[in-house]
């Protein structure tokens, strides 16, 4: 469509996230009820479309000069480009402009996970954003005959009356395609197993319309399931541990039944902790520059509820041909991730208007929690501990972000000397500058950045290497503080901190320190991570970086 309309929904959703006023009386379909808002509600939007049903580089790098030439105060991008090279990136070249005038811009990590060094767009000028899920599961409550309740996964947008049903296991006919469905009892529900992978989830969702069961148990571990919001038939996913029970059950009764009931919302750590880092979210190092840590930040990115276009062509569906419409929705992915940490940004903003785009991406990262809310590091959804090639610093946690006590600044001439350390062409240099009022007499790849990476190059496997880096903090506490250093150290690696005491006699004073982190290239352990804390001596503020040490990217062409 020739016009700025939204015809797919997704800048509808994105940008509620980012600044969406407050609305009450939301869900999808009775899922997830409650007051809707989004992270900024008080922030102005300007939305600006640049993709026609694909997209242009002129058109993202049009956009995005028109939004700084218009005066926003913070960018928020919930889109990916092919192109890998700063120089040849659209999103690369047009932030770095908006970063010299001072906006913040904050970028979508991409959905290519989970494998190592899927992040195309890992600039070092943007603020990389992964997705995780949140503490709230959409649920069916499946009870059985025998009074044992399991509470498995369902979006089904309907209220539906399945109870008391028979229970159909058979092993033959647990893949749940058309054939075996036939042959399955009228007015049952039927157990499904997708672990077998003669079928997906998808397909029996497909299959079921067309039979006469009235529901089925589907059992699965795929955690895209968790991802959609297409549950066209009455069910419930659990997992294969879960599934032992029923299938015991249905087994040795005479006449099994179960019921199922829809639209219910649980909160807490239960029956999954939460975050966790989502399969899909790109995980670094970024593919165009793997000398700054990247993503940055984890953020809510799994089945989010926004704000929707009721005209859009991708539409939760009862069966194969009922097709409803909704003003609010659930999606997944970085896209959703990205403006939580844009309306984070536009809240620290309009707090500490004379901060730079630097200090507050710092003040994001240092106050980043790593934890899930069973004080449990954050894992992923296959329960294995995630490393900050994941979720970066951690969870973006916005109340903390408003007073991190020191923070890590950056100039514009910096990121400069960052550019000139690449070994571009200067013509190459210049695209992505696009100034004159700036040199390369000092180039330098040690950003003051609020992450720490040690790279294991092809070459410099079998030795032991000592990589240095030199650091810059502010004090925005008020008044006098004393910090120590707390090092958590990566495996086969030592990390040395000097000064390990930072004294401040006032606010905005500034203290330098360095670190050695010195390691052994062995990529056998592909990815070591560890953290830098700074804790003021009161407990008050803890100012956290993530160190990691990984294998290059040679290593893997």
């Known amino acids: ?61 049009a956009g995005i000069d028109q939004a700084v030439a218009d005066g926003v105060d913070v960018l928020s991008i ?6 890998i090279d700063l120089y040849e990136n659209p999103l690369s070249i047009a932030s770095f402009g908006a970063r010299e005038k001072g906006i913040i811009v904050c970028l979508s990590a991409g959905n290519r996970g989970p494998f190592t060094r899927s992040i195309r767009s890992g600039i070092p000028w943007a603020v990389v954003v992964a997705a995780g899920t949140v503490d709230r599961w959409l649920a069916g409550t499946l009870t059985l005959g025998n009074g044992k309740v399991i509470t498995g996964w369902t979006t089904f947008p309907a209220r539906a009356a399945i109870r008391n049903l028979p229970l159909v296991y058979n092993e033959t006919l647990s893949d749940c395609n058309s054939a075996e469905l036939a042959q399955a009892p009228d007015q049952s529900i039927i157990v499904c197993d997708v672990t077998t992978g003669n079928t997906g989830f998808d397909t029996v969702m497909r299959n079921l319309p067309d039979s006469n069961v009235r529901a089925a148990i589907v059992i699965a571990e795929d955690p895209r ?28 009764s005479s006449a099994p039944t179960a019921s199922i009931s829809f639209q219910q919302t649980i909160l807490g750590t239960e029956p999954r902790a939460a975050p966790a880092l989502s399969d899909d979210s790109s995980r670094g190092p970024g593919l165009s520059y793997e000398g700054i840590l990247k993503p940055d930040l984890m953020a809510p990115g799994v089945s989010i509820l926004a704000a929707y276009s009721p005209y859009a062509t991708s539409t939760p569906t009862i069966g194969n041909n009922i097709f409803l419409t909704t003003d609010y929705t659930l999606l997944s992915g970085t896209s959703m991730a990205c403006p939580h940490i ?30 899930d809310n069973t004080n449990q590091p954050i894992r992923e959804v296959d329960g294995t501990v995630a490393t900050p090639l994941g979720i970066g610093s951690g969870q973006v946690d916005p109340n903390r972000a408003l007073d991190p006590g020191l923070i890590y600044d950056a100039t514009t001439q910096d990121l400069v000397n960052l550019v000139c350390s690449m070994n571009f062409t200067s013509e190459q240099t210049q695209t992505i500058v696009r100034s004159t009022n700036y040199n390369c007499s000092n180039p330098s790849s040690d950003l003051n950045y609020p992450s720490f990476v040690a790279l294991i190059n092809f070459e410099d496997i079998g030795r032991v290497l000592t990589r ?64 830098l804390t700074w804790i003021e001596q009161s407990g008050k503020y803890t100012v956290r970086s993530p160190i990691m040490v990984s294998a290059g990217a040679d290593n893997f062409s």
């Open 1 to 61: 469509m020739n016009s700025a309309r939204d015809v797919d929904g997704h800048g509808s959703h994105v940008s509620s996230i980012a600044a969406g006023n407050y609305v009450d009386g939301v869900s999808f379909f009775g899922y997830a009820p409650g007051t809707a808002r989004g992270v900024a509600p008080r922030a102005r939007l300007a939305v600006y479309k640049v993709l026609w049903g694909g997209g242009v580089s002129s058109d993202i790098l």
């Open 225 to 252: 399931i968790f991802r959609f919001n297409s549950f066209p038939y009455p069910g419930v996913v659990i997992t294969p541990n879960e599934a032992r029970e029923v299938i015991s059950y249905a087994a040795n």
């Open 468 to 531: 240095r880096f030199e650091r810059t903090v502010t004090n925005v506490g008020n008044g006098a503080a004393k910090y120590r250093v707390k090092v958590e150290v990566p495996v086969n690696t030592t990390v040395r901190v000097r000064p390990q005491t930072l004294v401040f006699q006032k606010k905005n004073e500034k203290q330098s320190y360095t670190v050695t982190i010195r390691y052994n290239g062995d990529i056998e352990t592909q990815h070591r991570p560890g953290s």
């Open 78 to 83: 919930s889109l990916g480009t092919n192109r």
């Open 342 to 371: 844009s309306g984070t940004a536009a809240l620290l903003k309009s707090a500490h208007p004379d901060w730079s785009p630097a200090a507050i991406q710092s003040a994001m990262m240092t106050t980043a929690n790593p934890l």
